[in-house]
């Protein structure tokens, strides 16, 4: 079992900066996960934002197309800790950020990523 933290929301005003920080515990080998970030706002689908596969697969990272030059996913694995710095934020960023882990699987791409496990969520609200 993989429990997962967030932290960092919070109000920003528009164009301003947020780092988000997911903390993994438990019994787990952090390293090989494959780490996410989603988003989802009211009324709208949750959508994946970033990820960053594990050290087995090279540690690739990918990003949803809106976000791209804006936000960037890293991860600490001595902390087992991952991260998605948000600049250049827009009103259209709003939204609960949940922070996801996926065990380690061949032909890993964002658009396929089905979690094994989640955090609660973290508010992030954009004022125009």
């Known amino acids: 079992q993989v429990q997962l933290v967030e932290s960092g929301g919070g109000l920003v005003q528009a164009g301003g900066s947020l780092r988000l920080s997911c903390a993994a515990s438990?019994?787990?080998?952090?390293?090989?996960?494959?780490m996410g970030w989603f988003r989802q706002a009211p009324g709208k689908e949750r959508e994946a934002v970033g990820a960053?596969?594990?050290?087995?697969?090279?540690?690739?990272?990918y990003y949803l197309n809106s976000v791209k030059g804006r936000f960037t996913i890293s991860r600490d694995n001595a902390k087992n800790t991952v991260y998605l710095q948000m600049n250049s934020l827009k009103p259209e960023d709003t939204a609960v950020y949940y922070c996801a882990a996926e065990r380690s699987r061949p032909y890993f791409t964002i658009a396929t990523m089905v979690p094994d496990y989640w955090g609660q969520g973290t508010q992030v609200t954009v004022s125009s």
């Open positions: 960053i596969t594990g050290s087995g697969s090279g540690g690739r990272i």
């Open positions: 438990g019994r787990t080998t952090f390293s090989t996960y494959s």
